[in-house]
């Protein structure tokens, strides 16, 4: 069966009025989904579903409920290509990886836009929950030190993911961020996230120089 039954629902013990629906893929111990369904209704999400593989969770993933997508399947390799499916079906669905360690499949789904945050194993359940809180308010949020692992070696427009030419070519035309979200129907806070990563690509130190450095590249220069 696609869908397991969960514990905790409806034992939220939240001040907050707001209850932020979540779902879980992966994480098949029955100890360890108690575990998170617990964390999660202490401060005011709720544990709605919980799916075995990317294909249970593709069946339901239309009518699902769920803001917020936990995705552990560090006992597993996972299917990136799925997960791409999973964010192209449902761009509001936000997505956030819980993981022990950086995976090389995990970086490129992070450049690629598939990954909203991630959750280290070693954080805190206070630490767990405000990055879900963060990622659910539109930010990208991740452990520190990811982003620059994720970065290509080397410095140049050839390391650049198809997102980050799209807003670097938004911020050469003169578009201010909130302008850019707008265009690429993503946050401001993602904007950011990614402008920051072409900064730190292009080896520039803000929107001046980088449109310089696109203008550069136009000309093949």
């Given amino acids: 069966m696609a869908e397991r039954s969960l514990p905790g629902r409806g034992s939220q013990r939240s001040s907050r009025t707001e209850v932020i629906d979540v779902a879980l893929l992966g994480g098949t111990r029955g100890l360890w989904t108690e575990a998170v369904a617990w964390m999660l209704?202490?401060?005011?999400?709720?544990?709605?579903?919980?799916?075995?593989t990317v294909?249970?969770?593709m069946a339901e993933l239309a009518g699902l409920s769920a803001e917020l997508l936990l995705i552990d399947l560090d006992d597993r390799p996972i299917d990136w290509a799925a997960i791409g499916?999973?964010?192209?079906?449902?761009?509001?669905?936000?997505l956030v990886l819980i993981t022990a360690s950086l995976s090389t499949g995990a970086a490129e789904a992070i450049r690629a836009d598939r990954l909203d945050g991630v959750i280290d194993k070693t954080d805190s359940a206070d630490q767990a929950r405000a990055t879900l809180l963060h990622v659910h308010e539109g930010r990208r949020v991740f452990p520190a030190g990811w982003q620059d692992a994720v970065r290509p070696k080397g410095q140049g427009a050839e390391g650049l993911?198809?997102?980050?030419?799209?807003?670097l070519e938004l911020v050469a035309s003169g578009l201010r961020n909130?302008?850019?979200?707008?265009?690429?129907?993503?946050?401001?806070?993602?904007v950011k996230f990614h402008l920051r990563a072409v900064y730190a690509q292009l080896g520039v130190r803000n929107r001046v120089e980088a449109a310089q450095a696109f203008a550069r590249m136009r000309r093949g220069g």
Avoid: H, W
């Fill in 41 to 52: 209704t202490s401060d005011g999400y709720q544990l709605v579903s919980a799916f075995d």
């Fill in 85 to 94: 499916r999973v964010r192209a079906q449902r761009p509001d669905l936000k």
């Fill in 178 to 190: 909130t302008e850019i979200a707008s265009e690429l129907t993503i946050s401001p806070n993602t």
């Fill in 55 to 57: 294909e249970d969770l």
């Fill in 161 to 167: 993911s198809a997102r980050e030419f799209a807003i």
